[in-house]
């Protein structure tokens, strides 16, 4: 009986395989941003060139599944927010370096010069910022924060991002740390960070939902998500903090055994083409809000680019990256 | 009718087959050895191996180093995670989360069951499809459902019916206990159900001739024949509340009510992975699982009773007279706050932009729904997708759960033990941690990553991990109906000279075919909502629908995540209801007409 029932079950199986063919794409790429989908689609209508799509989830779940993956990658490119975890992936030989015909051929603005990593880790192919969120219907005009020291004042009501979960808040407080010195900059996180059921969230939809929900009053968030809200109706308006914030770029890293380096230099050119441009801000969600890191594009309407930005200092962040992101949990996540 | 004990008052012992003494003995030792290993080897690879995958790393923490893999032994991680006040604490809330979880479901369940089945209700076709609808409700979608419920600036706050503290009072132990149950008893509600099916109505008719009243008919009888489902059912709903992510991860994140998933899922989400930490997590989790399971065993070692036979009677149904309305309320209130209010809030959300204007008039759109619809479009693609990855994983797993459970229930009560604490051990598991285990095993193990099939990245692969969590589901439904059967009829079968293949199909098959279309359904449900497995298996040829959703939630697009998943319950309960209707019609055991009697 039992071989007959294992022949039965290998036929199950096998029609399974039938029915679900192996993937036949050109490349493959792994990514956590809203408009890399859409991106990929213009793409192979302009190239021909075939992608797959493989989204997990957030930037930390994309993360860990290339993680697990360890040695043995899948993916052809890999496109996230963030910069430091690129120089980790880079030192594990999960990703190679970006060649450097690349970066001479991508017609980068003042900003975008800015963000290539001096290791070539990952291309930058836009960029946001974190500034502080602020529901309208809670908080008057005049009583508006104007700094990351006025979060102070919103004690117990202050929503942030988990950095152990959520590559684009480490940024943050790398780069908050930069401003402000460590000390200072941990001192002005406890006093604002008092409340921390909403204080180690685990992504910036979780931030403006707690505003909403009004458990939070204000927040820190990633602005793009936050512009993508409030153009969508939400009461809740962006505040950038006058001691600057640290560019956040999404970027673009390349497997070390891809096979398919023509295919992913492809892409790349696309994407830094006008219309590959005008895909990546073709759209209402949360990335589509980026700022351009292409000489000459401009940003969507309504979206400010004018920004006291910060450059984030990419060695000491990763250096110190499993310190800080351990003292956040410990200080402030349930 | 026939009440036989586990030790087989009458028939042929369970395993007597393989021994029978001298030469014959040992030749009977190696058939059956040869004949369930590939069974074993089935269940071991599916779950066993991408398991200790992932927990063989809280004692070699380097195992799957990026730079330098290393086999050394260190447990340093386990003495790691003790020492840590997040883990202890995690530990406890889990057990005191489980524990009352593990009654209070139970107890709903268990009056669900009893009023549904054994009693005259008016209004039944509001209340018998709620089991199956909340179940076919994914856990983070209800979660959502109730936050935007009782959050301080949700809908009820809105509406003017909530208060501030009682917000507040919500968000902690209780509002978690309060979800949970009206999440899990469905599973309570099955099992207990499945049992009151089998109990027939020979032993209450019995009672009735010798005068005994319905309540002490109840007490004295039913209750303590169903002690080993309700026993099941609380284990059932215990395991299925420490492997929670759903909950852990939205309403437990909010309260401050940390648990052990959740701490596993953050220490698996980044680079690089904390592997020793979420192994040494995973391996305590299990432990407290298998914990209950043993001790469960060793109470109740006498308590299981077999009362299928032949000549099973029918059980009755009572007709209460005014009383039914009462009795019809109550289960009315169970499915109200189950199934109906947070489908309300759902539907609302759909068919509204944003949040933070409520149900003002303007608020109003029926984008979402046509984003859901719109053919090719990515939501609807994800749907054709889930729907044919769930039907797969449906047949494939009840396949695999009938052959096994007729294979153990011959096999003797150890091999039954064994694999009935592993499934139910197998349902604690985190489908996060299933799910990397599969990565490991499908990508790095030297062996497996180079198989064509399954292969990492492709749908194969991901039907196999939704197969490896659906398996314990089924084996708990199907054995349970499978231990029921007295095992005269199958002998009675061997004896004239049916093969285990005729006797599977024409004897075993028929009398618990409403049990492995149940099994069947609650698969293909679970699976086109499953998530955990979906996204770390998610195939390179595009997402499922949970993935989906769940990436739609992440951007706080509730409305088209509402959208999605509103369009996909449809469809897929749909499908479900369809194929329930016509297996109730025409598979009920002993006849479709139930006898009716007046209290």
């Known amino acids: 009986m039992f071989n007959r029932s294992i022949l039965v079950l290998t036929a199950l199986l096998g029609s399974v395989a039938l029915t679900a063919p192996v993937s036949a794409a050109d490349l493959v790429m792994y990514d956590a941003l809203d408009f890399a989908s859409h991106v990929t689609e213009a793409f192979t209508k302009a190239t021909g060139v075939t992608v797959d799509v493989v989204e997990p989830g957030s930037t930390g779940e994309t993360l860990g599944k290339i993680a697990a993956e360890g040695d043995n990658p899948q993916f052809d490119f890999v496109w996230v927010d963030g910069s430091a975890v690129f120089e980790r992936m880079l030192a594990d030989g999960v990703i190679q370096p970006i060649p450097a015909e690349i970066y001479a051929a991508t017609k980068y603005n003042a900003l975008g010069k800015s963000l290539i990593p001096a290791d070539h880790a990952s291309l930058p192919t836009s960029a946001s910022t974190t500034a502080i969120e602020v529901n309208t219907a809670k908080i008057a005009a005049a009583d508006m924060p104007k700094s990351w020291a006025d979060l102070a004042k919103f004690a117990g009501f202050v929503a942030a991002k988990d950095p152990n979960l959520s590559g684009p808040s480490y940024q943050f407080l790398a780069g908050l740390f930069q401003t402000n010195g460590v000390d200072a900059g941990k001192a002005l996180l406890q006093a604002a960070l008092t409340n921390k059921a909403i204080s180690g969230l685990a992504s910036g939809g979780k931030v403006t939902k707690a505003l909403l929900t009004g458990d939070a009053k204000v927040g820190i968030n990633q602005d793009s998500g936050i512009y993508a809200k409030m153009l969508a109706g939400e009461p809740v308006t962006v505040v950038y903090p006058t001691e600057g914030s640290v560019a956040l770029p999404a970027s673009l890293g390349i497997s070390a055994k891809t096979q398919h380096m023509d295919a992913v230099k492809k892409f790349i050119d696309f994407i830094a083409s006008p219309e590959g441009q005008a895909a990546m801000q073709d759209g209402d969600d949360t990335d589509y809000y980026l700022i351009p890191v292409i000489e000459g594009v401009a940003a969507k309407k309504g979206r400010t680019t004018d920004i006291p930005f910060v450059l984030l200092d990419g060695v000491a962040a990763a250096a110190h990256e499993t310190e800080w992101k351990q003292w956040y949990k410990d200080s402030f996540v349930q | ?599």
């Not at chain 2, 459902?145 to 809908?155: K, Q």
């Not at chain 2, 930490?277 to 432990?287: D, E, N, P, R, V």
């Not at chain 2, 169970?334 to 609302?348: D, E, G, K, S, T």
């Not at chain 2, 909502?529 to 706080?556: A, H, M, W």
């Open chain 2, 1 to 599: 009718m026939t009440l036989i004990s586990q030790q087989g008052a009458t028939g042929t012992p369970r395993g007597a087959d393989i021994a029978i003494g001298g030469t014959g003995a040992v030749s009977g030792r190696l058939r059956y050895m040869i004949g369930t290993l590939p069974i074993y080897a089935l269940f071991f690879v599916l779950i066993g191996l991408p398991l200790l995958t992932v927990l063989a790393q809280s004692v070699m923490p380097a195992l799957f180093d990026p730079v330098a893999p290393s086999f050394v032994i260190d447990p340093s991680p386990l003495f790691r995670a003790f020492a840590s006040v997040r883990v202890d604490t995690a530990i406890l809330h889990s057990l005191e989360l489980g524990a009352a979880v593990g009654v209070t479901s139970t107890i709903l369940g268990g009056v669900f069951a009893i009023l549904t089945q054994r009693f005259v209700l008016p209004l039944r076709w509001l209340i018998t499809p709620v089991p199956w609808l909340v179940f076919l409700t994914p856990a983070y979608l209800k979660a959502m459902a109730w936050v935007l419920m009782m959050a301080p600036n949700g809908y009820l706050a809105q509406l003017g019916l909530l208060s501030r503290p009682m917000s507040d009072a919500f968000f902690g132990i209780g509002g978690l206990v309060f979800v949970h149950t009206l999440s899990l008893f469905p599973l309570s509600a099955f099992i207990i159900g499945g049992a009151l099916a089998g109990l027939g109505g020979d032993v209450e008719d019995a009672a009735r001739l010798a005068g005994a009243r319905p309540l002490r008919i109840w007490l004295r009888i039913n209750l303590p024949l169903l002690a080993p489902a309700l026993a099941l059912s609380a284990i059932a709903t215990f395991a299925e509340v420490l492997s929670d992510f759903g909950l852990a991860t939205t309403i437990a994140k909010t309260s401050g009510f940390g648990v052990l998933t959740y701490g596993i899922y953050v220490a698996a989400s980044d680079y690089p992975i904390d592997f020793p930490m979420a192994g040494a997590q995973s391996l305590i989790l299990l432990a407290l699982i298998l914990t209950v399971v043993m001790a469960d065993r060793l109470l109740r070692r006498q308590g299981s009773f077999r009362l299928i036979s032949g000549r099973s009677r029918t059980a009755r149904v009572y007709d209460t007279g005014r009383a039914r309305w009462p009795m019809a309320l109550a289960a009315l209130l169970i499915a109200v706050l189950a199934l109906y209010l947070p489908m309300v809030i759902i539907f609302l959300r759909t068919f509204t932009a944003t949040l933070g204007h409520g149900l003002e008039t303007s608020n109003f759109t029926m984008l979402n729904v046509i984003g859901a619809l719109s053919p090719g479009a990515p939501a609807s693609a994800a749907l054709v997708r889930s729907l044919v990855y769930a039907t797969f994983t449906a047949l494939i797993s009840a396949g695999i759960a009938l052959i096994l459970s007729a294979r153990l229930d011959q096999a003797g009560p150890n091999a039954r033990a064994v694999v009935m604490g592993l499934s139910i051990g197998s349902i604690a598991i985190p489908g996060i941690v299933l799910g990397f285990g599969y990565i490991l095993v499908w990508n790095r193990l030297p062996g497996f990553r180079d198989w064509p099939f399954p292969h990492y990245g492709q749908p194969s692969l991901l039907v196999v991990g939704y197969v490896a969590t659906a398996l314990p589901y089924c084996l708990v439904v199907i054995l349970s109906a499978v231990g029921q059967l007295a095992p005269s009829l199958d002998d009675a079968a061997r004896l004239h000279g049916a093969t285990r293949l005729t006797r599977l199909l024409r004897i075993t098959l028929p009398l618990v075919l409403l049990s492995v279309v149940t099994a069947l359904l609650l698969t293909f449900i679970r699976t086109m909502f499953e998530l955990p497995v979906s996204q770390l298996l998610i195939p390179q040829n595009g997402s499922p629908v949970p993935t989906y959703v769940v990436r739609l939630l992440k951007n706080d697009d509730d409305g088209p995540a509402s959208a999605l998943a509103l369009v996909a319950m449809v469809t897929a309960g749909g499908l479900a209801g369809g194929l329930w209707r016509v297996a109730q019609r025409f598979l009920t055991f002993g006849g479709r007409a139930a006898k009716r009697t007046s209290l």
